[in-house]
Nanobody
Framework: QVQLVESGGGLVQAGESLRLSCAAS????????MGWYRQAPGKQRELVAA???????NYADSVKGRFTISRDNAKITVYLQMNSLKPEDTAVYYC???????????????WGQGTQVTVSS
């Protein structure tokens, strides 16, 4: 059973910072891409940032220069450091990982339960 558990969301004021964490657990053979998506009320879920097992990164234009994604392969954890937060960053943030579980031959996508980030002006 593979699980992704997020932590670190909360309520902050504009200009402040937050750090999200997402730890994977279970019978995991390999993980390639890990990332963060977000969904604001009335909007579609969108990619925020992603990182490969080779540490290549990809960011949404709206967060470039403010957010940094990183991963600790030994801890099977991905982080999202969010600086200079804006009210428009308010959303539920979801962790995503492409994982090959034990006794599987392919990678499948897994999602965390989501963590709320609220930025007040």
């Amino acid at each position: 059973q593979v699980q992704l558990v997020e932590s670190g969301g909360g309520l902050v004021q504009a200009g402040e910072s937050l750090r999200l964490s997402c730890a994977a657990s279970g019978s995991i053979r390999s993980i390639n891409v890990m990332g963060w998506y977000r969904q604001a009320p009335g909007k579609q879920r969108e990619l925020v940032a992603a990182i490969t097992d080779g540490a290549s990164t990809n960011y949404a234009d709206s967060v470039k220069g403010r957010f940094t994604i990183s991963r600790d392969n030994a801890k099977i954890t991905v982080y999202l450091q969010m600086n200079s937060l804006k009210p428009e960053d308010t959303a539920v943030y979801y962790c995503y990982a492409s994982i090959m579980a034990d006794r599987r031959a392919s990678f499948y996508g897994y999602w965390g339960q989501g963590t709320q980030v609220t930025v007040s002006s």
